[in-house]
Nanobody, 125 residues
């Protein structure tokens, strides 16, 4: 089965940067999208960024405001999230997801994805 493993989470100061990675392994499926979500305990999982399989379409949560960039290396089966100008409100567990959502709304919704990683913690002080 498909497995997603995130890495790169860390404790950083406000204004700092991080790059998260998500490596996919197992059977190769043609996902329409891969995405990053984040969740704070007790709140809903929210979409951070999504990228189409071709890499020609990206979506970002409104809170990103140009600070984050999603990208992928298909040859390495790796998804990235470059985050800059981090602030304490970005503190959360960040999850990688893969799936085949049909609309933009679905691409930024947890219900559009059926494969998930275990998460990597980002803490901004």
């Amino acid at each position: 089965h498909v497995q997603l493993v995130e890495s790169g989470g860390d404790l950083v100061h406000s204004g700092g940067s991080l790059r998260l990675s998500c490596v996919e392994s197992g059977p190769v499926y043609e996902h329409n999208y891969m995405a990053w979500f984040r969740q704070v305990t007790g709140t809903e999982r929210e979409g951070v960024a999504a990228i189409s399989a071709a890499g020609d379409t990206t979506y970002y949560g409104d809170f990103v405001k140009g600070r984050f960039t999603v990208s992928q290396d298909k040859a390495k089966r790796t998804l990235y999230l470059q985050m800059t100008d981090l602030n304490p409100e970005d503190t959360a567990m960040y999850y990688c997801a893969a799936g085949s959502p049909w609309t933009q709304h679905q691409a930024m919704s947890r219900w559009g994805y059926n494969y998930w990683g275990q998460g990597t913690q980002v803490t901004v002080s």
